[in-house]
């Protein structure tokens, strides 16, 4: 069975830092792609980056591009995300995401950007 | 960027009746890389379609969908209260894969 765990949510600071993880399992971890999603509260969903299966390719949402960075150790079947200079409107849900020809989701961990 | 735009942002609707919600592209969807998600409050969006038409897993066959290349839509022909949620539609035939803004089901 396909898991998707997020850890690593929390309350910080304007302009803080956070690290999120994404540990994956019930699948090859290395050969797919993956990638964040995030939700505000009230909100809709918002992409927000994409890694390669190899790590060697990312993309990022132009709202996060230059503070946000994905990463993933195919020997740990985990994803990254290092989210740094943080702001309020960063404050959501933020759910991992891959697809192995149907779309897996975690549940999603929260994080709280506020003084 | 793709742009997906929902129609109608909300309806009403009571059990039993038939549900038709619209999803348009700005540009063609690659490879009709088009999914329809149900979430419900507190809740991790739950996969209802991919490919713009093939049901997910264990999902009541109530639930259908079609569409290519612009224009798809969803459909629940016999609404049950389970149903009443928000539903968005997602592109990840291109990145960046993005979301339609939702569209409320309510009871009527």
């Known amino acids: 069975e396909v898991q998707l765990v997020e850890s690593g949510g929390g309350l910080v600071q304007p302009g803080g830092s956070l690290r999120l993880s994404c540990s994956a399992s019930g699948f090859t971890f290395s050969n797919y792609a993956i990638y964040w999603v995030r939700q505000a509260p009230g909100k809709g969903l918002e992409y927000v980056s994409t890694?390669?299966?190899?790590?060697?390719?990312?993309y990022y949402a132009d709202s996060v591009k230059g503070r946000f960075t994905i990463s993933r150790d195919n020997s740990k079947n985990t994803l990254y995300l290092q989210m740094s200079s943080l702001r309020p409107e960063d404050t959501a849900v933020y759910y991992c995401?891959?697809?192995?020809?149907?779309?897996?989701w975690g549940q999603g961990t929260l994080v709280t950007v506020s003084s | 960027e793709i742009v997906l735009t929902q129609s109608p942002g909300s309806l009403s609707l009571s059990p039993g009746e038939r549900a038709t919600l619209s999803c348009r592209a700005s540009?063609?969807?690659?490879?009709?890389?088009l999914a329809w998600y149900q979430q419900k409050p507190g809740q991790a969006p739950r996969l209802l379609i991919y490919?713009?038409?093939s049901r997910a897993t264990r999902i009541p066959d109530r639930f259908s969908a079609s569409g290519s290349g612009t224009d798809f839509t969803l459909t629940i022909s016999r609404l049950e209260p389970e149903d009443f949620a928000v539903y968005y539609c997602?592109?990840?035939?291109?990145?960046?894969?993005?979301f339609g803004q939702g569209t409320k089901l309510e009871i009527k």
């Open positions: 890694i390669n299966s190899n790590g060697v390719t990312t």
């Open positions: 490919g713009a038409s």
């Open positions: 997602q592109q990840y035939g291109s990145s960046p894969y993005t």
């Open positions: 995401v891959t697809r192995i020809t149907l779309i897996y």
């Open positions: 540009q063609s969807v690659s490879s009709n890389y």
